[in-house]
């Protein structure tokens, strides 16, 4: 708002930050859950547990993340236009570009956790300190040249640079690599489930539900591809998901 000094375009973008922030709901739990575990596991010199710890987690990160990033963009104008009204359409490209943003930064906030588990608060406080720092500086040289546009921007490229940074310094410490077959089948299906909100678009009501039968079609994906197994499916149908998501070891206890 300092920047643009445009109250009508700061409205529009914190319509669209709000409904982007979604994501981030899902880091917090996660966080709470794994710190511990990841602490006992490095304590314990457990790593190859840690490690799987890390794994599962990640996967089932980019498992809801991704098709949620996806979709969201997909249909950012309907979407915008049932929360807030018509009034507020002008949030749309907003929100069509956060939504990646803040998918990048909640995989950032858990990779984050992994890292204070392993005692590295330096590191940290140095990290997020060098990230706002350039985060100013792109804010102030693309909202001048893009306004809200710009802001929505910054704000993606920062989320990818601290996620990019983050991961690596945790496989880095944990010498292990991600599961690219996971990652390829994720992604494809991802794609998919986009072309198809885009051709069949719903609007109003109808909207939320279609949300559902996307997410129904993308496992539906998965589970073609192998890549649902019946871990999964006692996951999804049983509570606490975090809990489950995390550790093989948990679903015995």
Not at 46 to 54: C, H, K, L, N, Q
Not at 72 to 85: E, K, P, R, V
Not at 226 to 252: C, F, T, W, Y
């Amino acid at each position: 708002k300092i920047i643009l000094k445009d109250a009508l375009a700061t409205g529009f973008y914190t319509a669209a930050l709000n409904l982007a922030r979604i994501p981030t709901l899902i880091a917090f739990p996660l966080s709470i859950v794994l710190f511990p575990l990841i602490t006992k596991s490095v304590s314990d010199n457990d790593t190859e547990r840690a490690i799987d710890y890390i794994n599962n987690t990640l996967r089932y990160l980019l498992l809801f993340l991704v098709p949620f990033a996806i979709i969201i963009n997909a249909t950012s104008h309907d979407l915008i236009i049932l929360i807030y009204g018509s009034v507020y359409s002008a949030a749309t490209s907003g929100l069509s570009i956060l939504v990646f943003g803040m998918t990048f930064i909640t995989i950032s906030i858990v990779m984050n956790t992994i890292i204070l588990a392993v005692c590295k608060l330096s590191w940290i406080i140095l990290f997020n300190f060098l990230l706002v720092f350039l985060d100013v500086i792109l804010n102030f040289i693309l909202i001048n040249k893009y306004g809200m546009i710009g802001a929505a921007i910054a704000t993606t490229i920062i989320g990818l640079v601290g996620s990019t940074l983050s991961l690596y310094y945790v496989f880095r410490n944990f010498s292990f690599t991600i599961r690219w077959t996971s990652f390829i089948n994720i992604i494809v299906s991802s794609v998919i489930i986009y072309f198809i909100a885009r051709s069949y678009p719903f609007s109003g009501m109808l909207l939320l539900p279609s949300y559902l039968v996307l997410y129904a079609i993308y496992f539906a994906i998965l589970f073609l591809f192998k890549e649902i197994n019946s871990q999964d499916i006692r996951m999804l149908k049983g509570a606490p998901l975090v809990r489950h998501a995390i550790g093989k070891d948990i679903l015995v206890e």
